[in-house]
């Protein structure tokens, strides 16, 4: 029912930028957050930024101050603009989605087909 559809990946140079961008579809919940997770070669899966509904924010540490995330709750999409970008960020980007049922609270989280993200140097 719901689904994250991802889009912008693709290969730049060291300190150039590319802006990631989700789209979710389906029954969305009004307590909810967009997010961005990544998944470099031989590691696992960490949390890059997220956002919610509310619009605040959360950064991995190694992404602050480069990266920004920004969402349209309207339309249910969620940008990740990357800028100065290093050879460490390479990796598959994940588009997240949790939400929370209000009456029972169960949770729900959603993920898109990833898109990869190459940076050359």
């Known amino acids: 029912q719901v689904q994250l559809v991802e889009s912008g990946g693709g290969l730049v140079q060291a300190g150039g930028s590319l802006r990631l961008s989700c789209a979710a579809s389906g029954s969305i919940l009004s307590s909810n957050a967009m997010g961005w997770y990544r998944q470099a070669p031989g590691k696992q899966r960490e949390l890059v930024a997220t956002i919610t509904s509310g619009g605040s924010t959360n950064y991995a540490d190694s992404v602050k101050g480069r990266f920004t995330i920004s969402r349209d709750n309207a339309k249910n999409t969620v940008d990740l603009q990357m800028n100065s970008l290093k050879p460490e960020d390479i990796a598959v980007y994940y588009c997240?989605?949790?939400?929370?049922?209000?009456?029972?609270?169960?949770?729900?989280?959603?993920w898109g087909q990833g898109t990869q993200v190459t940076v050359s140097s």
């Open positions: 997240n989605l949790w939400m929370r049922e209000t009456i029972t609270s169960k949770e729900y989280r959603y």
